[in-house]
Structures are given as C-alpha cells and as structure tokens.
C-alpha cells in the first residue's frame, strides 16, 4: 500500500508563510505526478499546486506568485511553500500523489496508483 503523512498545517497571521510537507511511502516504482489540493467550507475541492516528474510545475490563479511547490524524489516527499497568506487560503490542505506500484499486470506494466494524504488545516486570521 501506498500511505501519504503530512505535516505543517497551523494557525497564521495575514501575512504570513507556512510550509506543508507530504512524504509518500510503500513500494513505489516511479511517481507521475505530485499535487496539493485544498477545500474550504462549503466549497469543492480544487487543485492548489501541481509537479511532475519532470520538474514543471502549476497553479491556481489565485496562489500565483506566493505559494511554491518542490519535490524532493529520494525522499519521495513534496512541499507546498506558501507566503504573502490571506484568509481565503483558509482551508483542510489535502496532498495527492500518483504514480506506479511494484506489481505487474498481465501486460507487463507497473499498476497504477493515486493516493490522498489525509488533509491538513491551514488558518489564515488576524
């Protein structure tokens, strides 16, 4: 099985920065994709910040320029960097990886995997 933790979620001022962090772990042959996803109150949940596995990343119009995400691939983990905070960036922060396990299909491949983190709350309030 694949199991995704995640840290660095907490209480911050207008303003201010935090850092999430996701480490990924079980038999992974390769990961695809490594993404942040976030849902507030009585919103659908919507895609934050995405990496591939060959570095490009993506965001959402409204964290441009102020959050960005890394990876670091011999730790299979992703951060989520996010600076200039507002309050509509209050949220339960949710990682999602997906990718290829080390089990073999009758067709030779990898079998594919998504896995969700299980969610972190991010406060932005004065």
């Known amino acids: 099985q694949v199991q995704l933790v995640e840290s660095g979620g907490g209480l911050v001022q207008p303003g201010g920065s935090l850092r999430l962090s996701c480490a990924a772990s079980?038999?992974?042959?390769?990961?695809?994709?490594m993404a942040w996803y976030r849902q507030a109150p009585g919103k659908e949940r919507e895609l934050v910040a995405v990496i591939t596995s060959g570095g490009s990343t993506s965001y959402t119009d409204s964290v441009k320029g102020r959050f960005t995400i890394s990876k670091e691939n011999a730790e299979k983990s992703a951060n989520l960097q996010m600076n200039s905070l507002k309050p509509e960036d209050t949220a339960v922060y949710y990682c999602n990886v997906n990718g290829s396990l080390m089990i073999l299909l009758k067709d030779g491949s990898f079998a594919d995997f998504e896995a969700w983190g299980q969610g972190t709350q991010v406060t932005v309030s004065s």
């Open positions: 079980g038999k992974i042959v390769r990961i695809y994709t």
